[in-house]
């Protein structure tokens, strides 16, 4: 919702700058997003005449002009047509920067001839995209002065997000309202126009007469509709001050009687729409649409309606879209005489329904879907049939009025303590009643009423955040909570996320929080993509679909760093991903991802590729954190499709429950990403790994022995097909009791080794707890070691 700061001061009384008013609209809940000072950047430009304009010696669309600005003549090369002599000027003097295209005026040769500044057109200036011509000023305005008082400019913008619940403040009225209430004026009377048509006919030049035009209700969707003919208009441009007015806001002056419905959109928040009187088919009926019947709009396309969509209509056929759009065949141009006015009430519901499905954005229904002022309907045409006979000329017909306006009145029995139990600040019982009645709020012996105008009250809890608004919420004092003695419960999945996270982070990794949903193309590739987890309103296409896994973000995280020169991350991420819409579809993942490098470049040398080791030493990491003893677990190479298939691997307990993936990332998977550095990845099912046992339970003392451990080391011919893994298992199982561990230090294909064989090395440690160990039991050990190896097809390497 866009204001100007004189607008504003046409309904509120007061002295306050415009940085006091944003800062006080902010404070009582309207958000000012942005304050528009087109003064500061136009301020430079300075009113001048073109006292001679001669053709250029060297270009036939040049013209060299002789400009005065009031303390200097100087020379100027203007390629504008409209550049004469006697006209006046927008002047940018050297030093003087273009807001359209920052381009600084210097003093410069054109074709030969020199050009001391420049004379500007709306669009140089920012004022329109208008560049066909310079801008000509009144002839009244004095030389040397800014443009800025000149056209108007010196009047701020002030935008302001309104929330869905304060359709009052969708007119700069309601906001005036509020601005009063909150202490920053007085609010002056709804218009110094309005007046009722017939009671002051004689003081408005009106004729009061008979419409012609008659008008019929058949659905409930439109509850009051009044119209009021108007005939012998003249129609053409607005005044100045209405166009200026409509074109600060955004909007695009058309003509006077369009103009003056814009007008009431914005200064009151009430809609209305002008018919050409002479284009109607005889009368109004206001109905559903029949299916498959057309309507082409004010905005140039044609519609094709549905039964459930409500339209005006007359003889003919439909003639608009009640609360949306007018159709275009009964407009009103420049050569209309008589016009036929509507105000009326209709269904929010129906209006949101029907503009979604046609995909029509106007400022009319942003207000009706939000809810009008059910009781300015009859005001509300009243002062737009004033402002047509006053701009316009005419007379005007006593008004036609077909339905009532509901009853929306409604009554709430106050506690004014509430206002402190509830929202923390203690005020007198008159300051409370004082803030309600400034907003509109009637007061009946403890029962509030609301105005007609705030459809979103409904309770006390609505009226303290009136109070509290108005007196500002920074004026709550900070009161800290009690401090409890006891120590908050932690769910053990919760404690032991938290581990996780606390682990990965040691490990040098960036926690990283994303949407919980991805586009359905990209939830495809990631084994998801089911049509039932895809939105139904999603906030953008490409968030349209239920996450099936963490690492597409991730990735997507990398490749945006990366295009910024930051190729080299490690980033990980906890949260729920969702296989489907049962109650045990939705899963709690951890992931994460290392890219390019796994250190920076420097003077030892230890930068290298990260491999798929990183992302297995990471996932390791985790599984030990949740309490698992990482390295007596399965692993193979099951993995999904988004895994490179020989660089991957799948950790699981005993081959059957799956605990997590790791490995390098596919490379069509990151061509789709755009990414050219190697990734590698980690998964983690945190739902499938056993809990901790619970609190009370006996664990196991650690035990230590003192004596001597002994190191053998191995080395076995092995099929290539054999996983290392087995390798190890099966020597562990060899001699429980002493052997304390096995590990793989080195495996080897190639020259020497027969194909689709290799040779694989372990180390394996001995220990008693209670003896040093001598050489016969050493050997013993050994022969059960090559013996277990040998069951696997394995034949020791001399």
Not at 495 to 510: D, E, Y
Not at 537 to 557: E, F, G, Q, V
Not at 568 to 578: H, K, P, Q, W, Y
């Amino acid at each position: 919702m866009k204001i100007t700061l004189s607008w504003l001061k046409d309904f509120l009384e007061t002295t306050a700058t415009v940085d006091q008013i944003s800062e006080t609209l902010t404070a009582i809940g309207l958000e000012v997003e942005g304050i528009i000072d087109h003064a500061a950047a136009l301020k430079p430009f300075v009113v001048a005449q073109i006292e001679e304009a001669t053709q250029h010696p060297g270009a036939d669309k040049l013209r060299v002009c002789k400009v005065n600005d009031g303390s200097t003549v100087r020379q100027v090369v203007c390629g504008a047509a409209n550049a004469r002599a006697g006209i006046k000027v927008a002047l940018a003097r050297e030093g003087v920067t273009i807001p359209a295209n920052g381009m600084v005026i210097k003093k410069t040769s054109i074709r030969s001839v020199e050009s001391n500044g420049m004379l500007c057109s709306g669009r140089e200036l920012g004022l329109s995209e208008d560049s066909d011509g310079i801008i000509e000023l009144p002839a009244s305005a004095k030389l040397g002065e800014s443009i800025v008082g000149t056209l108007g400019l010196d009047d701020p913008v002030i935008d302001i997000a309104i929330t869905p619940n304060r359709a009052d403040c969708l007119g700069v009225y309601g906001i005036a309202r509020d601005l009063a209430a909150a202490g920053l004026g007085k609010l002056k009377g709804v218009s110094g126009v309005r007046c009722q048509v017939s009671e002051k006919a004689e003081t408005c030049n009106l004729k009061p007469e008979t419409s012609s035009i008659s008008i019929t209700l058949s659905t409930s969707a439109c509850p009051l509709f009044i119209g009021c003919t108007i005939k012998g208009v003249k129609n053409g441009q607005s005044p100045a001050w209405l166009q200026q007015r409509l074109k600060a806001v955004g909007l695009r002056p058309i003509s006077t009687l369009v103009d003056i419905t814009n007008f009431m959109t914005i200064a009151y928040g009430r809609p209305l729409h002008v018919f050409d009187a002479n284009k109607l088919k005889g009368n109004i009926t206001v109905r559903y649409a029949k299916d498959g019947e057309k309507l082409k709009a004010l905005d140039a396309k044609e519609y094709s309606l549905s039964g459930n969509m409500v339209a005006v209509c007359d003889d003919s056929g439909v003639v608009g879209l009640g609360g949306i759009i007018g159709g275009e065949p009964t407009g009103c141009s420049d050569a209309t005489t008589d016009v036929f006015l509507e105000g009326a009430l209709f269904d929010p519901v129906h209006i949101a329904n029907t503009g979604r499905t046609l995909g029509v954005e106007s400022d009319a229904r942003y207000r009706f879907e939000r809810g009008v002022d059910p009781a300015f309907v009859k005001p509300g045409v009243e002062i737009a049939v004033n402002m047509i006979l006053e701009l316009c000329g005419g007379n005007a017909s006593e008004l036609v009025v077909a339905g009532t306006a509901p009853d929306t009145q409604r009554s709430i029995e106050f506690d004014v303590s509430k206002v402190e139990s509830l929202g923390g600040v203690a005020l007198p019982e008159n300051r409370i009643f004082d803030i309600l009645t400034a907003l509109g709020f009637a007061i009946k012996a403890g029962v509030v009423i609301p105005p007609s105008w705030r459809a979103d009250i409904e309770g006390q809890a609505d009226l303290v955040e009136e109070v509290l608004r108005i007196t500002r919420y920074d004026s709550i004092p900070s009161t800290p909570l009690p401090v409890s003695k006891k120590k908050a419960a932690e769910l053990p999945q919760t404690a032991r996320a938290n581990l996780i996270r606390k682990t990965l982070s040691a490990h040098g990794m960036t926690e990283c929080c994303s949407w919980a949903f991805l586009s359905h193309a990209v939830a495809l590739q990631f084994g998801g993509g089911a049509d039932a987890l895809k939105l139904l309103n999603p906030i953008s296409a490409d968030l349209d679909t239920m996450r099936p896994n963490l690492l597409p973000h991730l990735i997507s995280a990398a490749a945006r760093n990366a295009d910024r020169g930051f190729a080299s991350l490690a980033l990980f991420e906890i949260g729920n991903v969702f296989e489907d819409v049962t109650p045990t579809g939705q899963k709690l993942m951890a992931a994460g991802i290392r890219t390019a490098q796994s250190a920076p470049r420097n003077f030892f040398k230890t930068e290298r590729d990260v491999d798929l080791f990183d992302a297995k030493g990471d996932l390791f990491a985790l599984l030990d954190a949740a309490g698992l003893n990482a390295a007596r677990l399965a692993v193979d190479r099951t993995v999904p499709a988004w895994y490179h298939p020989t660089r991957s691997g799948r950790i699981s307990l005993g081959g059957k429950i799956t605990l997590g993936y790791f490995g390098e990332i596919h490379p069509l998977i990151l061509s789709s990403f755009k990414l050219e550095h190697r990734v590698v990845a980690f998964e983690a099912m945190l739902d499938a790994i056993p809990l901790p046992k619970a609190k009370g339970t006996a664990r196991p003392a650690l035990a230590v022995s003192n004596f001597q451990a002994s190191e053998r080391d191995f080395a076995f011919v092995a099929s290539e097909r054999v996983a290392a893994t087995d390798i190890v298992k099966a020597v562990e199982g060899a001699d429980k009791q002493l052997i304390q561990s096995v590990n793989v230090f080195d495996v080897y294909v190639g020259t020497g080794m027969e194909p689709g064989k290799k040779s694989v090395a372990i180390a394996v440690t001995l220990q008693a707890m209670d003896r040093t160990l001598t050489d016969q039991e050493i050997e013993s050990v050994s022969q059960k070691i090559i013996a277990a190896a040998t069951g696997l097809g394995l034949t020791l390497r001399t």
